[in-house]
Each structure stands twice: as structure tokens, then as C-alpha cells.
T-cell receptor, first 117, second 112 residues
Framework: DSGVTQTPKHLITATGQRVTLRCSPR?????VYWYQQSLDQGLQFLIQ???????AKGNILERFSAQQFPDLHSELNLSSLELGDSALYFC????????????????FGPGTRLTVL | QQQVKQSPQSLIVQKGGIPIINCAYE??????FPWYQQFPGKGPALLIA???DVSEKKEGRFTISFNKSAKQFSLHIMDSQPGDSATYFC???????????WGAGTKLIIKP
């Protein structure tokens, strides 16, 4: 167990709809990362937040947005969903944590499997 | 210059063999090189990581070899077992921003 939680575990919705994925980082971690992984594909970095502020942006579509709240949990909002958005969405978190592992190490949650029908 | 190139895309090895997965990078500012292991339906998990000041690091059956001049690093799995069957990702990052740049992944199958 990485200590990163994601909800829901599975999500089935229709094209054109909007969904929100939630992530709670490990206790003490300030950075949250979102990734998309399509079937048998690599990890596509979407966006990173650090202590509430956007730190880096990857290949995130304009239909997607994210935010990190004061309690450090994060939400990824996906709107106007298309069939091609069906994928596993992972959240990861990293330090700094006092006395903990390197801040470079990212701890991944179990993922949310999104199916768009 | 930000890319990390990983090969092979897939690999099948007999039990007890030594699979080797290779990665190459271009940005000499990278200073942290981890390998992640991912089982189907699960999130990736850190397996082992290395910094450029050492040429080799071992943790159990897993070894990273690092060649700074060639800008390459590789993962070796000794005495491979069917339970090692998974997808392996290499990555690289800089301490200045901690953002991991990922390789495309290698699907490893260890045959009994």
C-alpha cells in the first residue's frame, strides 16, 4: 500500500459527460501528479501540483483540468468525454517529507479505471 | 532532449534467465534514474533507483548499471521468476524540479 488513495476505483459514463477523479496524497507529501495510461500504453504525464499551485503541465487536453486543495487532496476534472478518454488515471505524490525518501520518488495510487461508452 | 528511450518494448525470458532492459537519455542535467515495476491493473511502484555518482546498484535480484559517458542505464534481473512478469518503466529527473521523464515501458514475461 503506497499511502495514496484514489476514488472511485471504476467509473463508467457516456460520451459528452463530465467526471471528477479524486486523489489523496501520502501524509506529508506536497506534490501531486496525474497520469493517463491507455490500454497497454505507457504513462502519459498530465499535470503536477505542488502545495496548491500548478507546477508543471504535460499533455493535458483543454477539456481536462485539475486542482489541489488546501488539505492537499487533488481532483482531476474530465469534461466533454470522448471514447478515447477511456483509460486508467493514476495519481502519484512525492515529498518533501522530513526524514523520508528522496523527493524524487513518486508513490502511485491504485488508479481509477474510466470507461466512456 | 527531454526524452528517455527504453528498449526493448517486450521481452520473453525463461525462468532463471537474466532479462536486461535498457534506457538512454540525452539531458546531462538528469541526476536521478529510477525503475518502476507495474503489474496489470495496479499503479507503478519504485523498484530501484540510482544517481550518476555510482556505476552500479544492487537491491536483491535487481541491479541497475549506469554508464554516465554513454548516457545509458539498464536494469538486470538475476534468477528471474514468473512473478517478475510485469511492465518495467525507466525514468529520469532533475533535483531542480523532480518531474519524472518516463520511458515507454517494457513488457516482461518470464516463462516457467
Amino acid at each position: 500500500d503506497s499511502g495514496v488513495t484514489q476514488t472511485p476505483k471504476h467509473l463508467i459514463t457516456a460520451t459528452g459527460q463530465r467526471v471528477t477523479l479524486r486523489c489523496s496524497p501520502r501524509s506529508g507529501d506536497l506534490s501531486v501528479y496525474w497520469y493517463q495510461q491507455s490500454l497497454d500504453q505507457g504513462l502519459q504525464f498530465l499535470i503536477q501540483y505542488y502545495n496548491g499551485e500548478e507546477r508543471a503541465k504535460g499533455n493535458i487536453l483543454e477539456r481536462f483540468s485539475a486542482q489541489q486543495f488546501p488539505d492537499l487532496h487533488s481532483e482531476l476534472n474530465l469534461s466533454s468525454l470522448e471514447l478515447g478518454d477511456s483509460a486508467l488515471y493514476f495519481c502519484a505524490s512525492s515529498g518533501p517529507t522530513a526524514g523520508g525518501p528522496s523527493v524524487n520518488e513518486q508513490f502511485f495510487g491504485p488508479g481509477t479505471r474510466l470507461t466512456v461508452l | 532532449q527531454q526524452q528517455v528511450k527504453q528498449s526493448p518494448q517486450s521481452l520473453i525470458v525463461q525462468k532463471g534467465g537474466i532479462p536486461i532492459i535498457n534506457c538512454a537519455y540525452e539531458n546531462t542535467a538528469f541526476d536521478y534514474f529510477p525503475w518502476y515495476q507495474q503489474f496489470p491493473g495496479k499503479g507503478p511502484a519504485l523498484l530501484i533507483a540510482i544517481r550518476p555518482d555510482v556505476s552500479e546498484k544492487k537491491e536483491g535480484r535487481f541491479t541497475i548499471s549506469f554508464n554516465k559517458s554513454a548516457k545509458q542505464f539498464s536494469l538486470h534481473i538475476m534468477d528471474s521468476q514468473p512473478g517478475d512478469s510485469a511492465t518495467y518503466f525507466c525514468a529520469a529527473s532533475m533535483d531542480s524540479n523532480y518531474q519524472l521523464i518516463w520511458g515507454a515501458g517494457t513488457k516482461l514475461i518470464i516463462k516457467p
